[in-house]
């Protein structure tokens, strides 16, 4: 049967290319993580608000562990993973991500934390502002999607600061260590310009 629809892009889109070094600001940017990370990701994984809303805590090991599997990613195509790097003394300060990238159907979904000594200053807005354009933009993708628990507020703050409508509520989609959540959907498409109120 022939296909009626051809694949938006096709495999080997992302492992072809060098994984992006995005310049956020004048301070931050979003760099590929490196092994001299993990004892910032075990620092950062000590936040209950990390921990909450995302569902584990790391020890020393387990942290090397996610950064050799945040580092070999970009080659699986399913998940691209950074951290959002302060450029005066290059720390980590954060991640994002795209997660469950669909080559086939131009789709992904952004993820992100920011460690609490570096929130309320626009950088996980402004980092997935400028993941968000290159993935829509060069990359080639089509629809970006956003989830986050009803309850957690700056989240939805940082998705509509980067351009994601809300699209509606998924109940009891996911459960946290208090339980299920609903959880807020947000996406942003490529044929929607956006003007960020952060910008
Ligand atoms: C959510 C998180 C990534 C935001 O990072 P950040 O760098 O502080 O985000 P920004 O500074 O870009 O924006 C934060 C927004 O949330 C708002 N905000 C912060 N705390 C809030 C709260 N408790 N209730 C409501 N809004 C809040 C801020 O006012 C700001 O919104 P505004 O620009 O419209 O004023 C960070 O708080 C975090 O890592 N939290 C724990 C992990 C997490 O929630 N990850 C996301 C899972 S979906």
Redesign the pocket.
């Known amino acids: 049967m022939p296909r009626l629809v051809d694949p938006l892009l096709l495999p080997g889109s992302v492992a072809s290319i060098q994984q992006p070094l995005l310049e956020i600001d004048d301070r931050f940017s979003i760099r590929p993580w490196a092994i001299d990370d993990a004892p910032t990701i075990v620092v950062?994984y000590s936040?209950p608000?990390?921990q909450?809303?995302?569902r584990r805590s790391l020890d020393d090991f387990e942290a090397q562990q996610m950064v050799r599997i945040w580092r070999g990613a970009w080659q699986g195509e399913a998940d691209a993973c950074w951290a959002i790097e302060n450029r005066l003394d290059g720390l980590a300060v954060?991640y994002i991500a795209l997660h469950r990238i669909d080559l086939e159907n131009g789709a992904a979904q952004v993820?992100?934390?920011?460690?609490?000594h570096?929130?309320?200053?626009?950088?996980?807005?402004?980092?997935?502002l400028a993941l968000s354009e290159w993935a829509l933009g060069p990359l080639g993708l089509h629809r970006l999607e956003?989830?986050?628990?009803v309850h957690?507020?700056?989240?939805?703050?940082?998705a509509?600061?980067a351009g994601f409508a809300i699209e509606g509520t998924l109940k009891g989609a996911l459960e946290h260590p208090d339980g299920w959540h609903d959880m807020h959907l947000h996406a942003r498409l490529t044929s929607k310009p956006f003007r960020s109120?952060?910008s």
């Open positions: 950062a936040d608000e990390i909450q809303w995302h954060g993820a992100y934390w920011v460690a609490p570096a929130r309320s200053a626009g950088v996980a807005s402004k980092a997935t956003l989830l986050h628990s957690n507020h700056a989240s939805c703050h940082v509509a600061n109120p952060i």
